[in-house]
C-alpha cells in the first residue's frame, strides 16, 4: 500500500537552540520513499549526517521564537510483515557484528534484571522465534495500554512492574526480555497505518534465523503498512527531536493516509 504520512512540529525557543532531528525515512526492507517534503520555518542552515544505526539526522540551530516543522512523504510499504513460527535461535556466536551489541543491557533496557521474567514468560515456547513472539503476546496481554502513565524517565524495569505505559514502555519491555535471553533485540520508531489514536509509533524487531522480524505489543495481530524512520538500542537512540536548550514543544500532529485517503483532513 502507498502511504502519505508525516508529521509537523511547533516550538518555540527562549534563545538560540541546537536541535537534531530524526525525521526523514530511508528506502528499504518494507517499504520505498516516493516523495518527500521537508520545511523548516524560518529558513536555517540544515546539515545532514548518517548515525551510527544508519539513520539519517538533520542539524539544526533554531533561532530565539517560533520555529516550526513539517515533514511529508510518499512511501510503498509492505502490506504484510514476516511471521517465521519455529525460526531458530541465532547462537551469541554466530551473531554478525554488527547485532551483538544489542543483546547488552541499555539505558532504558535492562535485560539483566529481567531474566527470570523472560524465562516464565517463554518456558514452553522453542528458542528463537516463538520465544520473542510469547514475549510479545505476553506483553499484548497484561500490560495496559494507556497514555499518561509513563514518562521519559521511564524503564522496561518499571513496566514490568506497574504493567502499564504507552508504545515507547511496550518496546523497551519487549527488547529487555528478548535480551535477557540472549535474543538481540532493537527499538524502532515511525509511521503505522490506522493506528489508533495517531500519533508517531515504536515497535521492536529480534534477531532470529540470520535475520530481523518485526513484534508490535500494541497490537492483537502482526500488522504490516508500516513506515520505519529510525533503529535504535532504545529511546535515547531514536528520538524524533534532541534539543540542547531551552525550547517547548507547543503542538504535533501526525497523519498517515492511504492515497486514495490523501485528500482528507490530516489529524
Known sequence: MQLDAGCELS??????TPLVLMLRPRSGAGQWIIREEYQITPAVNVTEFTDIYGNLCQRVVAPTGPFSIHFSASVQTADLIDVAKGAPYTP??????????YTLPSRYCQSDQLGNLAVEITKDSEAGYDQAEAIRRWIHENVTYQYGTSDSSTSAVDTANKRIGVC???THLGISLCRALNIPARMVVGYLYQLDPMDLHA????????RWFTFDATQKEPRGNRIT???GRDAADVAFTTQ???MTLNDMKVWVNAVDEASTEKN
Open 92 to 101: 551469541v556466536e554466530e551473531l554478525p557484528d554488527g547485532v551483538l551489541h
Open 229 to 231: 524512520v529510525a533503529y
Open 244 to 246: 540542547f536548550g531551552a
Open 11 to 16: 516550538f518555540e525557543a527562549k534563545e538560540p
Open 168 to 170: 515507547r514502555d511496550f
Open 203 to 210: 515497535w521492536f524487531e529480534a534477531y532470529v534465523d540470520g
